[in-house]
Structures are given as structure tokens and as C-alpha cells.
């Protein structure tokens, strides 16, 4: 089942800058950085309990974030709902006609099990689930 808002993800052209104004500029708490290999995105966490916001950057210049800010410049990237049984949910969506990006859930940041749904199947948004690991 969806339980939360876990994030709302901006994708940055300079991570670094980025950190500065949201977490010194306007006082935000920083969390730390990440880099996921998977997913080939460098990524930076700033808490605004109950929710997040995930600052993501190309790892390496490489990637579906690096295509996004080459095709649309920075800005608000994707919408992620925490999951508390992400198979479950991929299932309940799937009947319901829903498209997503992969076959199934992969590894994300925080050792969490991640899955996009297409843009086309949320007026547009790009939609993540995702399911934390026991530890975070």
C-alpha cells in the first residue's frame, strides 16, 4: 500500500550550487549525498519531515538524468510514493493499466527497492515508488 510522499526529486545541473541554496541559502537541513550506480545519478537528501527533497545529478554525465537536463534544463523531475510492499503495488497498478519503466523494482538509494511509472499513465508526472530498506 502507498503510504507517504517520500520525495519530490529535482534534477540539478550543478549538485554542488544546488546544496548551497536550499540547504545554506535557505536553511534546509542536509542529510548527505549518494551516488547510485545503478540508476548512474549522484544524489542529495534534505529532510523536511514527513517528506523529502532529493536533489538527483548525473553520475559521471551519464544517464536518464543527464538526457532530462539536456532535453529540459533543471526543475522538478519526478513525484515518489513510499511503498510498503512494492511488488504488491507494481501488481495493483499494472491492472489497472498502468505503464512503468522496468519489469520490476530495482536497487535505489538507501538500499530502498525503487520502479518508475511512464509519465503517460500521470497526466505527465513521472511517478516513483519506492519501498525503504528495514534500516532507514
Given amino acids: 500500500m502507498i503510504t507517504a510522499l517520500d520525495h519530490i526529486a529535482v534534477a540539478v545541473p550543478d549538485l554542488e ?5 536550499f540547504c545554506e541559502d535557505f536553511g534546509l537541513p542536509f542529510e548527505g549525498r549518494e551516488d547510485v550506480e545503478a ?12 517528506t523529502n527533497i532529493e536533489l538527483v545529478h548525473p553520475l559521471n554525465g551519464e544517464g536518464p538524468i543527464a538526457k532530462y537536463l ?3 534544463g533543471g526543475g522538478l523531475h519526478h513525484l515518489c510514493f513510499r511503498s510498503d510492499d512494492i511488488y504488491a503495488d ?8 498502468y505503464e512503468f519503466l522496468a519489469d520490476e523494482p530495482a536497487p535505489g538509494a538507501h538500499n530502498s527497492l525503487t520502479i518508475f511509472i511512464h509519465p503517460r499513465s500521470c497526466d505527465g508526472v513521472l511517478v516513483e515508488l519506492n519501498q525503504p530498506a ?3
Fill in 17 to 21: 550550487k544546488s546544496i548551497q541554496r
Fill in 39 to 50: 540508476a548512474k545519478t549522484s544524489t542529495a537528501f534534505i529532510p523536511l519531515p514527513p
Fill in 70 to 72: 539536456d532535453k529540459r
Fill in 90 to 97: 507494481v501488481e495493483r497498478l499494472r491492472e489497472k493499466g
Fill in 134 to 136: 528495514d534500516e532507514h
